[in-house]
């Protein structure tokens, strides 16, 4: 982005004045503004009105007294491009385009967003067909409907694809504290990318939101996003929509696995980004990052009131991986002392009811734990009561601002949680926010908040250490084509992956080439259509002399036969059979259009689909990044060593597969997807068993 565009988008977002131009739409912006407490210049452009929503209409763009730094634009479809050159001629700084029915809509719409954008300049714009840009901070709205939202100072910066969606988290129950909030339609100039990048510096944005449908630009998303890392500005994603990404060029099961969600978490993992899955969850990620802050590590130590909220509270948080350090003999023999008899030293402490409510006796029992527990952050669980039967209100005040003080003396990021969301008013939440305590509602969201942020602390500390290289950019695949798997372990050998010895021969030479290779043998046929020859009746194991390799070439040809006839082929493929291996992986690698090279590894074998044990990485990736790959599956307890069995040889599996990741990118250019299933890994090596290999032969 231009210097002259950084300019233009400040101008936006802090404009001196505004222009609105349309209708009944402009006029209910002009509203928002007024709501949002803008007290720069507004005028109104309309020619067929006298006036709007109190302003006196100017009859045409060229009537502004001067070029308006922001404009809220609600005029046809048809007649956008021509007012935008208009703007542009006369220094505008940018544009919230309300008006719909461009590159969404249909072919005409194409042309006119084109238009639109040749005609831009040096202005910025926000849309089309989006709601727009509020400003919490600096009190602007460019917004075509009624709003809520408030700001301490500071915030989240939320950046949306969903008109509505960011419309309902501006009503939203959740005291979540906004710095921005743009809605960003079809992103014809400004898009989520863009945006971060202009908005992850500025030091009132404690965090930023997004609510992604797709993105455009992989590599570019990948460039801001580890820009946001190093400023400190944590990103929470909530990624929706299930695109099925390369098809038509998917024949491996990990094509099947590794689909854009896979990918998107793979993105996410790559950079940092937060991923959540449903809108609450996002809203209070985003409140515990703005409030209480990122911890640096996962310990946690909680308080309740309630012997089944302690649990409640540890059952989740370990199924989460969350750590509750117990409290040393120290510690313990200071509590006790502090505590009912009735009472039990623990991580989560229940406190009890004899001193629920008295900060003479809870303030020291939160500060002796806080002291003495190593923790990371911390959290209280606090229901209030409901309006009308609120007479022991302030005796849970009692407590959480005891609690609050204790965490502020500590250090901890600290969160007051209601077990069920709606049990924590907005003037109890506004209480605690003041203080720098997240009011969390709902126990799961709050425990998923503090894993969630500390596992980006953990992430940007790796992640700054050994930035990733830049994502391989590679062409869309344009003519794929299978090769035997004969072939496909020719050029994997040629790379430096190990597989079995064996040769590809007629069937007239089997007998021959298994009696040099020595007994026991596998056959396969080698053939079109035979991708996943276990399914056609292609394969054929441990055959232990002459007599039962020729039988089994001739019920094969029967077998495939019933498959397919044009499957059938008088090619094969003679190895040696293979020793019984410690555990089996699939790993796979596929060029896709936008994140260009991804591996996928998981549990393989039979159990690739009934397992879905499986992890993607985007390429490149060091070997540090394959082997915390791996340690993330359900496998890697046979890696280790499972009841007495002995480990795999880490090192050369890690090496293996970072070979191979080598070979791929070397060859981006006509690698298509590669697919190994099953890699049986050894004690002291790895072997390539089976491979599904296309290339783009165009």
């Known amino acids: 982005m231009t210097p002259v565009k950084r300019q233009n988008f400040e101008r936006l977002l802090n404009p001196r004045h505004i222009a609105f131009i349309g209708g009944a739409d402009a006029g209910v912006a002009i509203g928002e503004a007024r709501r949002a407490g803008f007290a720069g210049l507004m005028w109104a452009v309309n020619p067929r009105r006298e006036s709007l929503a109190g302003l006196a209409c100017l009859a045409s763009i060229g009537d502004l007294p001067e070029a308006p730094d922001a404009v809220f634009l609600a005029v046809p479809a048809p007649a956008v491009p021509g007012a935008v050159a208009e703007l542009a001629a006369m220094g505008a700084g940018g544009i919230v385009c309300y008006t719909a029915g461009f590159g969404e809509a249909h072919e005409e719409g194409r042309r006119l967003e084109e238009a639109l954008k ?90 930023i939101g997004l609510h992604i449908e797709g993105l455009a630009d992989i590599p570019a998303f990948e460039r801001v996003a580890l820009k946001a890392l190093r400023a400190g500005t944590p990103v929470v994603a909530l990624k929706t929509g299930r695109s099925s990404i390369g098809e038509s060029l998917t024949l491996s099961h990990t094509g099947s696995l590794a689909g854009a969600s896979a990918l998107y978490d793979a993105l996410f993992a790559r950079t940092g980004v937060i991923g959540v899955t449903n809108p609450s969850q996002f809203l209070e990620t985003l409140k515990f990052l703005c409030v209480a802050g990122a911890p640096s590590g996962d310990a946690v130590l909680g308080f309740t009131c309630s012997g089944g909220g302690a649990t409640m509270v540890a059952d989740h948080g370990e199924a989460i991986g969350l750590r509750f350090p117990a409290p040393d003999e120290a510690a313990r023999r200071a509590l006790e002392v502090l505590l009912p008899p009735i009472a039990t ?124 290289e830049p994502l391989l950019v590679a062409p869309p695949v344009r003519r794929p084509r299978l090769l035997s798997e004969a072939s496909g372990k020719e050029r994997l050998a040629d790379a430096g992956l190990p597989v079995p010895s064996g040769r590809q021969v007629s069937g007239d030479r089997l007998c021959e080439i298994a009696d040099a290779l020595g007994y026991p043998v596998v056959l396969k046929m080698m053939g079109e259509g035979l991708a996943h020859k276990t399914e056609a009746g292609a394969v054929a194991l441990a055959l232990d002399g002459p007599e039962a390799l020729a039988r089994a070439a001739d019920e094969m040809r029967d077998r495939v036969a019933r498959y397919s006839e044009q499957a059938l082929s008088d090619r094969f493929l003679v190895e040696v059979m293979a020793a019984p291996p410690l555990a089996e992986l699939v790993v796979g690698i596929r060029r896709d259009a936008q994140f260009g090279l991804a591996m996928t590894l998981g549990s393989g074998g039979i159990f690739v689909e009934l397992l879905g044990d499986t992890v993607s990485l985007l390429l490149p990736a060091t070997p540090a990044e394959i082997a915390k790959a791996l340690d993330g599956l359900r496998v890697s307890a046979l890696l280790r060593g499972f009841r007495g069995a002995p480990a795999a040889d880490q090192s050369a599996l890690v090496a293996a597969l970072s070979g191979l990741a080598g070979y791929a990118i070397s060859h981006a250019e006509s690698i298509a997807e590669i697919e190994i299933n099953p890699l049986f890994v050894y004690q002291n090596g790895v072997l390539v068993i089976d491979v599904v290999m296309q290339i783009d032969d165009p």
Request: hydrophobic share 45%.
């Open 118 to 207: 040749a005609a831009l300049g040096d202005m910025v714009l926000i849309g089309p067909n989006c709601y727009g840009i509020i400003n919490y901070i600096g009190k602007s709205a460019l917004w075509p409907f009624a709003h809520g939202g408030a700001c301490p100072g500071y915030g989240a910066a939320i950046i949306t694809q969903s008109g509505m969606f960011s419309s309902d988290i501006t009503m939203s129950q959740r005291t979540l504290p906004l710095a921005y909030m743009v809605s960003a339609g079809n992103q014809a100039d400004l898009g989520l990318t863009e945006l971060v990048d202009l908005l992850c510096e500025r030091p009132e944005v404690r965090a």
């Open 345 to 468: 030293v623990s991580n989560p402490l229940d406190y009890t009811t004899p001193i629920w409510g008295q900060p003479k006796h809870t303030a020291p029992v939160f500060a002796a734990a806080m002291a003495q527990v190593p923790a990371h952050a911390t959290l209280l669980v606090q229901d209030y009561p409901a309006p009308g039967l609120d007479s022991t209100e302030q005796l849970y005040l009692n407590d959480g601002l005891a609690f609050a003080e204790a965490a502020r003396a500590a250090g901890l990021p600290a969160v007051i949680c209601a077990t069920i969301p709606e049990n924590i008013g907005p003037h109890i939440r506004e209480h605690f926010i003041a203080r720098g305590i997240a009011p969390m509602q709902g126990l799961h969201e709050a425990l998923n908040a503090i894993r969630d942020a500390a596992s980006w602390s953990m992430a940007r500390a790796r992640i700054l250490a050994a930035p990733p």
